[in-house]
Every structure is written in structure tokens, then in C-alpha cells.
């Protein structure tokens, strides 16, 4: 197909896929900061889902103290918003306890892994409260360690209760992570940003509205991977329980 | 460079921190308004029997939802414009407009799902009743369907509210000049950033907070009225 004149960023005059198609550097520009994006994701993945199980059962705890201190760390880190909480940590912080500046991806991963947890904490109280006392009776009656109650009863009963609501959870997180651009973190929508104000060399002209068509293309199979995932460990855990 | 909290410096700033934040909750009641209305027609049209309406309001629904605010935000504020073969008028709006709509459409997505799950939970032989009445369909919603479903979806909707207060400080991205876009000004001019994000979070938890605990509170009542 000949390629009509690249002069103009205008539809007049070009084919519809070759606007919404990039040319290869402007992709691997996106793909340098879907990396980025992915880092981002995972770590405040990983702090968060600590953060919501260390905190869900202190919610729970029998000691008030314990229950009081998680019950202010989930009003702070929800309540205060994710965004807020970002550029605090990325500005207020280090300032505020005399530390060297912290690099943005720590800044990032810290806010958002944060402000996870909080959300996540909610919904890991929920499922363990939503395992039928029968089953704390019962492990007593065993003579089980705390411990090993809530390792080896509780916890893996609440499993299946907590996948579903924690996949949305972790889409939200990944929608988050767009938030981090904004402190200078070389993320997807940061390489956006850069393509669109032209601080990216490129050979062709970007199309703005198909440029963002793209990203947000990305975005999109990024989330439906999440739900994939999250589906495929809600089948599995599912699948345990019905073999016993 | 700063050490310690200047209290003076915070007493300057606070009143426009406060101004910010007006402009914060007023871009939210706006959103909240857009998503209310907006998210009953896509409720509505995602249960239509006619599947050229219920398949792209599913498919819009789940791209909304699956894409981060701040892109949708860009594409409004930055790319549309540049569509030049639309009329400018459609394409070009001030911030302040452009963040309340990307708000509203945002989290009408997420208040379908409220509006569904309410609809759902209708008995279905309130359904078959009014074909007994021989009521026409657009009174059996009115009159029998919504009366019953809205106050359900209420405390699902409450958190997605609180939800659009906490995302609307992205419009600082597009120069709304909300709470934090004041906060990020202060801290160029100044060099000082202690004072601003701390103020901004405080001010912020004073209002989730409070907002929070009442939809909670409104949990509680709907599940003790429904029992």
C-alpha cells in the first residue's frame, strides 16, 4: 500500500490504520515504559498484598491496642488518597525526617503499596469474618497454635473469598500506577506525555488522539491480563476444597 | 532547604490550600451528578434486550474501567483538540470542564455496576406482578423497579463518591487548579514542601473521613431495613 504524504498530522489524505499504527521507535518508547509501569505494579503488588495481610488480621486481633493501631494505618492510607499520598512521600517525606531524597520508584511503590494494603485490609477482615466459626471452634478444639489456626484453617478458606474482590483491587493498582508520571517516574503515561510533546524524536508525526487510542489500548490488556490471572487462581483454589 | 514545620508559613498558605480544595469538592458534586444520571442509562442500556445497545455499553463500561483516569484525562484535554475534521466546539473545553466530565464518565462506569447489582437484587416476582397489572414497561420501572433498587445501590454508590473525591487532585495533571495543584505552585515558589502536601493531606482526611464513616453508617441502615 503506498504510503501517502507523512507531511501533515491531519486525517486528510492518510489511511485510518496508518494513524492508528505508531511507527516501531514510538512503540518501543511505549514499551520502555510499560517496563516501568510493570516494575511499578509489582512492587506495590507485593508490599501491598503484605501490608493487607499483616493488617487484616491485626484488624481482628484480641489484643485493642493491635486492632487500634491497624484501624488508624487503613482510615490514614484510604482516606487520604492515593495521588496525595504520592507526592507526599515523594516531596514531604525525606524533607520531613532529614533522609536523602528518595528515588521516585520508591516513592511510588511506597504510596501506592501503602494505600493498597488499606483497601486490601478491609477485604481480608471481611473473608476471614466470613470463615463459619465452626471452624475457629473446631481448630481449638485441636489444640492448634494461633499460628497454625490461622496458616492452616483460616487463611485458606478465606483464600477464595478474598480473590475476587482483591483482581478489581489490583486493576485499580495498575490504574494507579499512571499516577507516578507524575513525579517524573519514566512510567508509560510519562513516555506518553513525551511523545506527545514532541521531546521524543520521531520520523512520522504523532497523532494525538491515536497516540492515547494506544496507550490506552495498553492499559487495557494490561487489566485483562490481571483478571486472566486472578481468574485462573480463583479456579485453582476453588479446585482445592473440592478434592478434599 | 527546610528542616522543621514553619507554622507561620503553614498560616499563609492555608487559605489557599482552602481555595484549592473548594475547587477540589466542587469538580466532585459535579462528577457525583454526571455519574449519577450518566450510570442509570448505562445500567439500563447494559440490561437492554436489543443487543446493538447492551453489547458496546458492556464494552465501553469495561474500557472505562480498565484504563487509568489520568489517560482518559489526557486524551480529553490534549489529543481531542488535535482532531481537526470535528467541529472545535465538541473538542475543546477548559480544564475545569474537561476534569469534571472525565470524572463523571469515569465513575458512571463504576455506578452502573451499583445501579445493576441494586436492579438484580429486585424480587423477580415483582416482575411477573406488574405484568399481571398489565403495568407498560416504562411505569414498571418507574413505579415498581427503581423505587426498590435505588436505595440498595445507595451504599455502593456512597463509596464510589468518596472514591471520585479522592481521584479528583489528578486535575492538576491538566492545570486544575484544585487542592494539590495548589500544594505543587506553592512548593515551586517557595521551595518549601512539607507544609503544602501535609496540609493537603490533612485537609483531605478531614473530608473522606467523615464522608467514609457516613456511608458506612448508610450501609448498616440499608441492610437493617432490607432484612
Known amino acids: 500500500m503506498p504510503k501517502p504524504g507523512t507531511a501533515g498530522s491531519t486525517f486528510e489524505g492518510r489511511h485510518l490504520l496508518d494513524d492508528l499504527i505508531l511507527n516501531s521507535n514510538q512503540y518501543k518508547n511505549l514499551m520502555e515504559g510499560t517496563l516501568v509501569t510493570l516494575q511499578v505494579i509489582a512492587g506495590s503488588f507485593a508490599l501491598g498484598t503484605v501490608m493487607s495481610l499483616i493488617m487484616g488480621v491485626a484488624r481482628l486481633s484480641s489484643r485493642s491496642w493491635i486492632r487500634g493501631a491497624a484501624l488508624i494505618y487503613i482510615e490514614f492510607a484510604r482516606g487520604v488518597s492515593a495521588i496525595i499520598l504520592l507526592f507526599w512521600m515523594a516531596y514531604a517525606l525525606p524533607i520531613l525526617f532529614g533522609l536523602p531524597s528518595i528515588p521516585g520508584m520508591l516513592a511510588g511503590i ?29 481448630a481449638i478444639a485441636l489444640n492448634l497454635s494461633n499460628r497454625d489456626r490461622l496458616r492452616e484453617v483460616i487463611l485458606p478458606q478465606a483464600v477464595p473469598i478474598i480473590l475476587p474482590p482483591y483482581g478489581n483491587l489490583s486493576i485499580e493498582v495498575l490504574k494507579g500506577t499512571a499516577l507516578v508520571s507524575l513525579i517524573g517516574l519514566s512510567d508509560l503515561a510519562f513516555e506518553t506525555q513525551l511523545l506527545r510533546s514532541g521531546r521524543v524524536r520521531s520520523v512520522d508525526p504523532v497523532n494525538l488522539p491515536f497516540l492515547y487510542l494506544n496507550v490506552l489500548i495498553i492499559y487495557l490488556i494490561l487489566s485483562q491480563v490481571i483478571a486472566y490471572l486472578f481468574r485462573v487462581a480463583e479456579r485453582r483454589s476453588a479446585r482445592k476444597f473440592v478434592s478434599v | 532547604m527546610q528542616t522543621t514545620w514553619d507554622w507561620d508559613f503553614s498560616a499563609e498558605i492555608f487559605p489557599r490550600l482552602m481555595e484549592g480544595m473548594l475547587v477540589t469538592v466542587a469538580v466532585t458534586l459535579i462528577g457525583i ?17 436489543q443487543p446493538w445497545i447492551s453489547y458496546p455499553t458492556a464494552w465501553f463500561i469495561e474500557f472505562i474501567r480498565s484504563t487509568p483516569l489520568l489517560i482518559q484525562l489526557f486524551f480529553f484535554y490534549y489529543a481531542l483538540p488535535q482532531a481537526r475534521d470535528l467541529p472545535r466546539w465538541l473538542t475543546t473545553w477548559p480544564a475545569f470542564i474537561t476534569m469534571f466530565v472525565a470524572l463523571g464518565v469515569h465513575y458512571a462506569c463504576y455506578a452502573s455496576e451499583a445501579y445493576r447489582a441494586g436492579i438484580e437484587s429486585v424480587p423477580k416476582g415483582q416482575w411477573e406482578a406488574s405484568t399481571t397489572l398489565n403495568l407498560k414497561i416504562k411505569t414498571t420501572w418507574r413505579s415498581v423497579i427503581l423505587p426498590q433498587a435505588i436505595p440498595r445501590s445507595l451504599p455502593p454508590l456512597g463509596n464510589y463518591f468518596v472514591a471520585m473525591f479522592k481521584d479528583a487532585p489528578i486535575g492538576s495533571a491538566i492545570t486544575v487548579q484544585g487542592v494539590l495543584f495548589v500544594a505543587r505552585a506553592t512548593q515551586s515558589a517557595s521551595f518549601r514542601s512539607v507544609e503544602p502536601y501535609t496540609l493537603a493531606g490533612l485537609l483531605f482526611l478531614a473530608v473522606s473521613i467523615p464522608a467514609a464513616m457516613f456511608v458506612r453508617r448508610l450501609e448498616r441502615r440499608v441492610a437493617y431495613e432490607s432484612d
Do not use: C
Not at chain 1, 113 to 134: S, T, W
Not at chain 2, 33 to 49: C, K, T
Open chain 1, 110 to 138: 511506597l504510596a501506592l503499596g501503602l494505600n493498597m494494603g488499606a483497601y486490601g485490609a478491609e477485604i481480608v477482615r471481611g473473608a476471614i469474618q466470613a470463615v463459619p466459626k465452626g471452624q475457629y471452634e473446631a
Open chain 2, 33 to 49: 451528578v454526571i455519574a449519577v444520571i450518566l450510570g442509570l442509562f448505562l445500567a439500563l442500556g447494559r440490561r437492554s434486550n
